[in-house]
């Protein structure tokens, strides 16, 4: 991979890596605004997000280090909000879901040519392509 490709790869990765954390921290927040038996029913489901966002952050973080760099964040992210339905709730987790989907798949000609990279980058949208199918069944 060129210099320059590498460091549009890496600038790639910190998007991702952003976006992965930001989704953390949407989960986080969304989790806090289910209220009664909503909160019951999915704290487990909110949790297992949370800790998959972060894992696949910390991976992100990986592969840059591997090419080189030093994982860079840029988070610009306000969640608020008050009491959500379960629905509702994932109903917003499936937007950002879906969001993350699309910038791996916008990644991934980026990185052809890494091998390892690239694999992750495409287990990463099977992930996520599991992750939308999953939310979009439950929000029917």
Avoid: W
Avoid at 30 to 37: H, I, M, W
Avoid at 112 to 130: K, S, V
């Amino acid at each position: 991979m060129k210099k320059s490709q590498n460091t549009d790869v890496v600038e790639d990765l910190n998007r991702l890596m952003a976006e992965e954390l930001e989704a953390y921290l949407r989960y986080f927040q969304l989790r806090f605004r289910l209220r009664g038996t909503d909160l019951l029913t999915a704290q487990t489901f909110f949790e297992k997000a949370m800790d998959e966002t972060r894992e696949h952050a910390e991976a992100i973080a990986k592969h840059i280090r591997v090419l080189g760099h030093t994982p860079h964040l840029n988070i610009k992210l306000e969640v608020s909000g008050g009491p959500i339905r379960l629905k509702d709730a994932l109903q917003e987790a499936l937007v950002f879901e879906q969001q993350a989907l699309d910038a791996y798949k916008e990644c991934l000609p980026r990185v052809e040519g890494n091998t390892g990279l690239e694999d992750f980058i495409r287990q990463q949208i099977a992930t996520e392509t599991e992750h939308v199918q999953e939310i979009a069944m439950l929000v029917e």
